[in-house]
């Protein structure tokens, strides 16, 4: 499914209510709604900028957990920058954090006969200051914005009509194939795909309509 067109101000929803219950740190209905809106966020910049799946769900982990110790400190204003800018730094830090935990090369080792002419690991390793982390984050930031929105729309219409969109919109079947696929007729494979994604745009304008 391709993205949807989008301004400088669109992003995933930061609600300043939202923001407020996170201060409280008992609140752990408003904690699990940020680790859902955020996580697969924070995990595919983690994985852009050069490390590991395991990496990543430590810089996860990290993240959320440097958001909850300095929740308290961000100030839902403007003049001050926004979430999705505080969110990106802090994410980034956590980035560098694991490049820097990784073992060092063996620096006096001799390399094998067939190795001589490879480049050094440490050379060949991402350097995430070379990152242009501004980019991946806005893409990964709009792509979360769709993510996020198409997993509530799941919540919505039945496990049916989203498998006949999801199969038309995202894996790109011709109707065809989904309507012989799953025993329906060509009208009902239309119909699903066009409910549910008018039910998708909405629910990302409603996203957008939420930020800061």
Do not use: C
Request: glycine share 2%; no cysteine; net charge positive.
């Amino acid at each position: 499914m391709k993205q949807m067109p989008h301004t400088e101000a669109d992003s995933i929803p930061t609600r300043q209510s939202l923001l407020a219950r996170m201060k409280d740190w008992s609140d752990q209905t408003s904690w699990q709604e940020f680790f859902h809106t955020y996580w697969r966020l924070i995990y595919g910049v983690a994985l852009k900028a050069g490390l590991t799946a395991n990496e990543a769900e430590e810089v996860v982990q990290e993240t959320v957990l440097a958001v909850a110790k300095k929740i308290g400190e961000f100030k839902s204003d403007p003049a001050a920058g926004s979430f999705k800018s505080w969110l990106m730094l802090i994410t980034r830090r956590r980035i560098v954090d694991q490049f820097r935990k990784r073992p060092p090369a063996a620096a006096h080792s001799t390399p094998a006969p067939d190795e001589t002419a490879r480049t050094n690991t440490v050379d060949r390793m991402p350097d995430p200051a070379s990152l242009d982390l501004d980019r991946v984050w806005e893409e990964q930031w709009q792509q979360n914005l769709l993510d996020v929105a198409m997993a509530n729309v799941k919540r919505q219409v039945s496990a049916k009509q989203f498998l006949l969109f999801y199969q038309q919109a995202v894996k790109e079947w011709p109707a065809g194939k989904v309507a012989e696929k799953y025993h329906v007729n060509l009208a009902q494979a239309y119909m699903a795909k066009y409910r549910v994604a008018r039910l998708v745009k909405k629910e990302v304008q409603k996203l957008r309509n939420k930020n800061l």
